[in-house]
């Protein structure tokens, strides 16, 4: 659960990581929710180019957040089989679905590590996919 750092109100529970900051209706303290979490946040455009990546991305992957901003996910992945990254795209592009999926990706110094990755689209007002929000944990 997510509380408020000023007034420890509950602002959200589980994995309901609704915005990159929560303003906090008790007090009125800005809470920013995804930079400390442990596993790994980012955000891409309906293209999966990276529009958002938590530290955690940096620590996990190697590469810098200049590195990872403007790039897509393939920069640490791509490890996977072709037929996985294509039953990927069509469940969360074209069905409009969340995937929930485990990895093999490598990190910017060649070594291999396991992750389970959730990945969620974010629909426009338009009913289309305009971001996907993807969080990955690693596997111990």
Do not use: H
């Amino acid at each position: 659960e997510i509380r408020c750092s000023n007034c420890s109100r509950l602002l959200a529970k589980d994995n309901d990581y609704a915005s990159l900051e929560i303003k906090c209706a008790r007090c009125g303290t800005l809470n920013s929710v995804l930079t400390g979490l442990s596993d790994q946040i980012i955000i891409t455009d309906a293209s999966g180019v990276i529009l958002y990546a938590n530290s955690a991305v940096e620590e996990v992957t190697g590469y810098s957040l200049n590195e990872i901003i403007g790039s897509r996910p393939s920069l640490w992945g791509g490890v996977m089989p072709k037929a996985f990254y294509e039953k990927l795209w069509k469940t969360i592009k074209e069905d409009k679905q969340p995937a929930l999926v485990k990895v093999t990706n490598k990190k910017k110094d060649g070594t291999l590590y396991d992750a389970v990755l959730k990945i969620s689209p974010v629909f426009g007002t338009n009913g289309e996919v305009e971001l996907f929000v993807g969080i990955e944990s690693l596997v111990v």
